[in-house]
T-cell receptor, first 114, second 115 residues
């Protein structure tokens, strides 16, 4: 079975500061990894995904994530946070043959201080 | 519309009543998913439809939950004899096809409150 852990329930950063949201997964083979963002009153939006190849993945809105197999991690980063980035962020894992049946983490709520 | 459309956006129902939640996927998308998001929880997979194949119902939490997809498009999630623990946001999503390489697009969800 696959699982995802997002150890930080809440994170607060100042606007302009860098951001790293942690995600650890558990899956026996090569996982497919995703980060989604959910803003108030909106559906989830895909930020980026990793299937194979380059372990550093670029996404929308200036986000990137790095797949580290040795650490079973897929942390999300952004060099300079904007106030509009305040939202809830979900990491998810899938696998080959699993279709899009994803397992999600419990989310990290990001607050941005001006 | 351009995105996944769900209705109702909010539903308050009494314990023991049946509810139906509707999802209209993006036009042309053959795969459709239902997820549930409970307070403080991540998203929980419920059911997956792909074309004319038998749906993957492995995530349905009990036999009170069922879903159908008519004509390969609109889907209805039905919860019978609702319980308070059914209170959650029910999210529908669709993708162009069912493979992992296809980005899934989520609707805004149906907020269900069972009182």
């Amino acid at each position: 079975a696959q699982s995802v852990t997002q150890p930080d329930i809440h994170i607060t950063v100042s606007e302009g500061a860098s951001l790293e949201l942690r995600c650890n997964y558990s899956y026996g083979a090569t996982p497919y990894l995703f980060w989604y963002v959910q803003s108030p009153g909106q559906g989830l939006q895909l930020l980026l995904k990793y299937f194979s190849g380059d372990t550093l993945v670029q996404g929308i809105k200036g986000f990137e994530a790095e797949f580290k197999r040795s650490q079973s991690s897929f942390n999300l980063r952004k060099p300079s946070v904007h106030w509009s980035d305040a939202a809830e962020y979900f990491c998810a894992v899938g696998h080959m043959g699993g279709g899009n049946k994803l397992t999600f983490g419990t989310g990290t709520q990001l607050k941005v201080e001006l | 519309g351009a995105g996944v459309s769900q209705s109702p956006s909010n539903k308050v129902t009494e314990k023991g009543k049946d509810v139906e939640l509707r999802c209209d996927p993006i036009s042309g998308h053959t795969a459709l998913y239902w997820y549930r998001q409970s307070l403080g929880q991540g998203l929980e997979f419920l059911i997956y439809f792909q074309g004319n194949s038998a749906p993957d119902k492995s995530g349905l939490p009990s036999d009170r939950f069922s879903a159908e997809r008519t004509g390969g498009s609109v889907s209805t999630l039905t919860i019978q004899r609702t319980q308070q623990e059914d209170s959650a946001v029910y999210l529908c999503a669709s993708s162009r096809a069912g493979g992992e390489g296809n980005t899934i697009y989520f609707g805004e969800g149906s907020w269900l409150t069972v009182v």
